[in-house]
């Protein structure tokens, strides 16, 4: 096996080269930030390629769900998952508001759509679900749910970028759409993020509240934040457009090697995939069953010891952490699926370079190891 250690991601890089031209245009411009040319078309771009109507770029993913929150003047209580970063529960405490975790799927760890609708209490005003690795939530039903009891849908989408189901974009659904275009994910313009609305007056909204609240240069709308993108981000993120076709398609031929090798291993249960989707292969997880010798951790610490860096990811749950473990939702036992799936969760190396030869080393380790 090779000395040279794998991590679990490995961000996706154009050539070199190729970025300068940018730069020596934005050198020539001297326009750094606030809705510069690169930005105005990035947004244009991003929109075309996702097949979406309106996108307002933010400096990242946290920012953009904190704004998400704001535009839809969101206050009370929020349905949300334990299963995610905790950007998405911290974006709400941020905005005042509480979190309420409900627990999720085992074949998708998603929201799980029965836990929203017992969840609900007169003081809730939102749900905001994830998809989580990608993998689209029960959207038609999480909407006849928030239809039926007054509720807003802001979707934390930060793993779903380019993720389609049978009507087009998974970005589409619920009232906002939040992605992430952090170094870690499927596409990345260093730091990053956008949110995605359906409507002109929606993201004219967005757009105040991310620049402070300025309508012109004395009108101040409303209470924002500093959330723009800067021209160098947005100039990264056209050049990796060019490329991200080819990213996603490799992505897929890696997933696709894991999943020869490892479907008939006991003790290590696979997410099935869903025909009607057309992923992005963001993530890459396992789930460590008893069967399994040793368990996780056991199998977290030898990949490790071979120089191969995986991630529980997520664990620990968010509502396990001091800032929400003593919330009335987060006890234990009342969130099993997703306590059980955070105690058997490895995510396993993936992305774009990552040779067929270095996957197959990942996954005898993981033969072995079962003995």
């Known amino acids: 096996m090779s000395s040279d250690p794998i991590y679990v991601t490995r961000p996706s890089l154009p050539p070199l080269a190729e970025f300068i031209s940018y730069l020596e245009r934005i050198w020539e411009n001297r326009i750094l930030t606030n809705n510069g040319p690169f930005h105005q078309k990035f947004e244009s771009a991003l929109c075309e390629y996702l097949g979406v109507e309106h996108l307002s770029l933010f400096a990242n993913g946290t920012l953009a769900l904190v704004t998400a929150l704001q535009t839809l003047r969101i206050t009370g209580e929020v349905i949300t998952t334990p299963y995610s970063f905790v950007a998405t529960a911290h974006s709400l405490l941020w905005n005042g508001i509480k979190p309420v975790f409900v627990d999720i799927d085992p074949g998708t760890c998603n929201i799980n759509p029965n836990a929203i609708e017992a969840a609900i209490t007169p003081e809730t005003t939102a749900i905001m679900p994830v998809h989580c690795y990608g993998n689209p939530c029960a959207v038609d039903r999480i909407q006849r749910i928030a239809d039926t009891y007054g509720l807003k849908v802001i979707y934390d989408a930060a793993h779903a970028f380019g993720v389609r189901d049978d009507g087009g974009s998974v970005l589409r659904h619920g009232d906002l759409s939040v992605i992430s275009f952090h170094a870690t994910?499927?596409?990345?313009?260093?730091?990053?993020?956008?949110?995605?609305?359906?409507?002109?007056?929606?993201?004219?909204?967005?757009?105040?509240?991310?620049?402070?609240?300025?309508?012109?240069?004395?009108?101040?709308?409303?209470?924002?934040?500093?959330?723009?993108?800067?021209?160098?981000?947005?100039?990264?993120?056209?050049?990796?457009?060019?490329?991200?076709?080819?990213?996603?398609?490799?992505?897929?031929?890696?997933?696709?090697?894991?999943?020869?090798?490892?479907?008939?291993?006991?003790?290590?249960?696979?997410?099935?995939?869903?025909?009607?989707?057309?992923?992005?292969?963001?993530?890459?997880?396992?789930?460590?069953?008893?069967?399994?010798?040793?368990?996780?951790?056991?199998?977290?610490?030898?990949?490790?010891?071979?120089?191969?860096?995986?991630?529980?990811?997520?664990?620990?749950?968010?509502?396990?952490?001091?800032?929400?473990?003593?919330?009335?939702?987060?006890?234990?036992?009342?969130?099993?699926?997703?306590?059980?799936?955070?105690?058997?969760?490895?995510?396993?190396?993936?992305?774009?370079?990552?040779?067929?030869?270095?996957?197959?080393?990942?996954?005898?380790?993981?033969?072995?190891?079962?003995?």
Not at 279 to 294: A, C, K
């Open 185 to 371: 994910k499927v596409f990345n313009t260093f730091e990053g993020g956008a949110i995605v609305c359906s409507d002109a007056k929606t993201k004219q909204r967005i757009d105040y509240l991310k620049n402070f609240g300025f309508a012109d240069e004395v009108t101040v709308m409303a209470p924002g934040i500093n959330g723009k993108m800067s021209e160098v981000n947005a100039a990264f993120g056209l050049l990796q457009l060019d490329y991200i076709d080819m990213v996603l398609e490799r992505r897929r031929v890696v997933e696709s090697a894991y999943r020869d090798r490892l479907s008939g291993i006991k003790g290590i249960r696979l997410l099935p995939q869903r025909e009607d989707v057309v992923g992005n292969s963001s993530y890459f997880p396992v789930f460590v069953t008893s069967d399994y010798r040793g368990g996780r951790d056991a199998l977290y610490e030898r990949l490790k010891a071979y120089g191969v860096h995986g991630r529980r990811y997520f664990y620990p749950l968010i509502s396990s952490m001091p800032m929400y473990r003593s919330m009335p939702s987060a006890q234990p036992g009342r969130l099993p699926i997703a306590e059980m799936l955070s105690a058997q969760v490895l995510c396993l190396p993936i992305y774009p370079d990552l040779e067929g030869a270095r996957v197959a080393e990942v996954c005898e380790i993981i033969e072995k190891s079962h003995g």
